[in-house]
């Protein structure tokens, strides 16, 4: 759930004030759950690309931890969080997980 509020919260101080778009969709894709985060923000230029997901970034409002521990976390679950950006399009980053059953066999 902190993956998840992290990433709403970055798209939500790229658009602060500017009047945008935020969706977070949900789903099913074979043995993986899919949740996005995407905004119609200007993209992340291909200098800061590089530079997200290492242990510090440069940032305004917090330490630049957040994308690196999300990414951490992610991948410690069996998951990827992938980017894509676009200056026309702009942000989306996709979480997939592995769906797990915690249903045991008697």
Do not use: C
Not at 69 to 80: A, T, V, Y
Not at 84 to 89: L, Q
Not at 94 to 106: C, F, Q
């Amino acid at each position: 759930m902190g993956v998840l509020l992290e990433l709403i919260y970055n798209a939500t101080n790229i658009l602060h004030g500017k009047g945008g778009i935020i969706q977070v969709n949900l789903r099913g894709r074979d043995d993986m759950v899919e949740i996005s985060v995407k905004d119609n923000g200007p993209g992340i230029p291909s200098e800061l690309r590089k530079k997200l997901f290492k242990r510090q970034v440069p940032s305004k409002s917090g330490l630049g931890l957040g994308l690196f521990l999300s990414n951490k976390i992610i991948r410690e679950l069996g998951g990827k969080l992938n980017l894509y950006t676009s200056p026309k399009e702009g942000t989306t980053f996709t979480i997939l997980l592995p769906i797990m059953s915690d249903v045991k066999e008697s």
